[in-house]
C-alpha cells in the first residue's frame, strides 16, 4: 500500500483507493485522473496515515547535493527538475520549487502544494518519477513504451520520441489491441520464468487517462477474442511480455527485421526505463540484474520500415508474420 497526502489536506478526511500496477494508492482525497482506477467499495475509508506523520524538512543545497539536476515536460511545459536523496526520502523540485517529498519506508509521497491531488502537475508527479521510484523498491519497474495484444502474444515497443510507438499501438481489430501507450510496469513472474505487464497504469495521454478495452476480454491465456467494451474491471491484467519490439530511429526504405544480441537488448532495456537516472547505487543493481532478465527472457526485435501511414496495416501483418516465424 503507498499513501498519498497533500499540503493542507486535514488528516481525517476520507481516503480515496486506487489499483495501479497491482498496488493499492491511499489517497488523502479523490484524484479525478485516476478514475479509472478506483477500487470497488474502498471510496470512504478513513485515510491510514503514520501516528507521527508530520512534514519533512526540505531539501536544500545548504544541506544536499542534488542527485540529479535536468529538464523534462510537466503539464504540457518543458521545466527544470531536481531530485534530492537522503538515505529514506527523495525530494522532487520543479522549477526551483520543492513538488513533492517521498518517503521510501513508509512508503508514502506527499506533494508540497494546495492544489488538488488529481490533476495537472500534481497527477503528473505523483504516477510519474515518485511511484515509479517507489514500484521500483519492490522490482516493478516502468519502461517508456506502447504495447499492444496480438495473436501471437504480447508485445512491447519501444522508441526514441517521436518514433512511432503510440502510433503503432493504438490500433484495434481482430488480431491487435493497446495495452499500454506511453508506460509500461514489468516484473519478473514469481516463478522467476517470464516477464510480466501489468496494465493497469495511467496513460496520461489517451482519453480518461486509460486504454479503451476490458482486460477480462483475454481468456485465461492472456489471448484476445478481438471485442472490447470500453470498460475498466479493476482487473490488473498482469500477463506474460513475450516479445518487445524495438523501432529503429532511422526509417527504412522497406520492412525489415533483426533479433539484437542480448547485451544491445539489455541496453535497450535500461535506455527505455523510465526515471532510471534518479535510481539509487542499490536500485541501479537490481535494476541491471532484472535488465538483463528481460534480455534473457524476451526476445528483443528491431524493426525498420517507411514512416508512412498509409502502410500502417502491412507492418502491424509484417510483425505478426515476422514473429509467427520466430515461434
Same mark, same amino acid.
Given at each position: 500500500?503507498?499513501?498519498?497526502?497533500?499540503?493542507?489536506?486535514?488528516?481525517?478526511?476520507?481516503?480515496?483507493?486506487?489499483?495501479?500496477?497491482?498496488?493499492?494508492?491511499?489517497?488523502?482525497?479523490?484524484?479525478?485522473? #485516476?478514475?479509472?482506477?478506483?477500487? &470497488? =467499495?474502498?471510496? @470512504?475509508? %478513513?485515510? +491510514?496515515?503514520?501516528?507521527?506523520?508530520?512534514?519533512?524538512?526540505?531539501?536544500?543545497?545548504?544541506?544536499?547535493?542534488?542527485?540529479?539536476?535536468?529538464?523534462?515536460?510537466?503539464?504540457?511545459?518543458?521545466?527544470?527538475?531536481?531530485?534530492?536523496?537522503?538515505?529514506?526520502?527523495?525530494?522532487?523540485?520543479?522549477?526551483?520549487?520543492?513538488?513533492?517529498?517521498?518517503?521510501?519506508?513508509?512508503?508514502?509521497?506527499?506533494?508540497?502544494?494546495?492544489?488538488?491531488?488529481?490533476?495537472?502537475?500534481?497527477?503528473?508527479?505523483?504516477?510519474?518519477?515518485?511511484?515509479?521510484?517507489?514500484?521500483?523498491?519492490?522490482?516493478?519497474?516502468?519502461?517508456?513504451?506502447?504495447?499492444?495484444?496480438?495473436?501471437?502474444?504480447?508485445?512491447?515497443?519501444?522508441?526514441?520520441?517521436?518514433?512511432?510507438?503510440?502510433? #503503432?499501438?493504438?490500433?484495434?481489430? &481482430? =488480431?491487435?489491441? @493497446?495495452? %499500454?501507450? +506511453?508506460?509500461?510496469?514489468?516484473?519478473?513472474?514469481?516463478?522467476?520464468?517470464?516477464?510480466?505487464?501489468?496494465?493497469?497504469?495511467?496513460?496520461?495521454?489517451?482519453?480518461?487517462?486509460?486504454?479503451?478495452?476490458?482486460?477480462?476480454?483475454?481468456?485465461?491465456?492472456?489471448?484476445?477474442?478481438?471485442?472490447?467494451?470500453?470498460?475498466?474491471?479493476?482487473?490488473?491484467?498482469?500477463?506474460?511480455?513475450?516479445?518487445?519490439?524495438?523501432?529503429?530511429?532511422?526509417?527504412?526504405?522497406?520492412?525489415?527485421?533483426?533479433?539484437?544480441?542480448?547485451?544491445?537488448?539489455?541496453?535497450?532495456?535500461?535506455?527505455?526505463?523510465?526515471?532510471?537516472?534518479?535510481?539509487?547505487?542499490?536500485?541501479?543493481?537490481?535494476?541491471?540484474?532484472?535488465?538483463?532478465?528481460?534480455?534473457?527472457?524476451?526476445?528483443?526485435?528491431?524493426?525498420?520500415?517507411?514512416? &508512412?501511414?498509409?502502410?500502417?496495416?502491412?507492418?502491424?501483418?509484417?510483425?505478426?508474420?515476422?514473429?509467427?516465424?520466430?515461434?
Amino acid at each position: 500500500m503507498i499513501r498519498i497526502t497533500g499540503r493542507g489536506l486535514a488528516a481525517d478526511t476520507h481516503a480515496a483507493h486506487y489499483r495501479v500496477a497491482g498496488q493499492q494508492l491511499v489517497c488523502q482525497e479523490v484524484m479525478d485522473g #485516476l478514475a479509472a482506477y478506483a477500487c &470497488d =467499495g474502498k471510496t @470512504q475509508q %478513513s485515510i +491510514d496515515l503514520p501516528a507521527n506523520f508530520v512534514e519533512l524538512p526540505i531539501m536544500t543545497a545548504t544541506n544536499y547535493s542534488p542527485r540529479y539536476s535536468g529538464g523534462a515536460y510537466f503539464d504540457s511545459k518543458f521545466r527544470e527538475v531536481q531530485y534530492w536523496r537522503s538515505q529514506q526520502h527523495g525530494q522532487l523540485d520543479i522549477d526551483g520549487v520543492p513538488a513533492c517529498q517521498i518517503n521510501f519506508s513508509e512508503p508514502h509521497i506527499h506533494v508540497l502544494n494546495t492544489d488538488p491531488l488529481g490533476v495537472g502537475l500534481n497527477l503528473e508527479l505523483i504516477t510519474g518519477p515518485a511511484l515509479v521510484l517507489l514500484l521500483s523498491l519492490g522490482g516493478t519497474y516502468c519502461m517508456h513504451a506502447g504495447a499492444v495484444d496480438t495473436v501471437t502474444g504480447r508485445i512491447g515497443i519501444i522508441a526514441e520520441s517521436g518514433a512511432g510507438k503510440s502510433t #503503432l499501438s493504438q490500433h484495434v481489430d &481482430d =488480431g491487435w489491441r @493497446q495495452v %499500454s501507450d +506511453d508506460i509500461m510496469p514489468l516484473q519478473i513472474s514469481n516463478s522467476g520464468s517470464q516477464i510480466e505487464v501489468f496494465t493497469d497504469f495511467p496513460q496520461l495521454k489517451l482519453s480518461d487517462n486509460k486504454v479503451q478495452y476490458s482486460d477480462s476480454d483475454g481468456d485465461s491465456e492472456g489471448n484476445y477474442d478481438g471485442s472490447y467494451d470500453g470498460s475498466y474491471d479493476g482487473d490488473t491484467g498482469r500477463k506474460k511480455l513475450d516479445y518487445l519490439l524495438r523501432i529503429n530511429p532511422v526509417p527504412g526504405e522497406s520492412i525489415s527485421f533483426s533479433r539484437l544480441p542480448r547485451v544491445q537488448a539489455m541496453l535497450q532495456v535500461v535506455r527505455h526505463t523510465v526515471a532510471a537516472k534518479l535510481f539509487d547505487t542499490t536500485t541501479l543493481r537490481e535494476h541491471a540484474r532484472f535488465a538483463k532478465k528481460v534480455s534473457t527472457l524476451v526476445p528483443v526485435i528491431e524493426v525498420s520500415y517507411p514512416r &508512412d501511414l498509409d502502410k500502417l496495416d502491412q507492418l502491424r501483418h509484417s510483425i505478426i508474420d515476422y514473429l509467427r516465424s520466430m515461434a
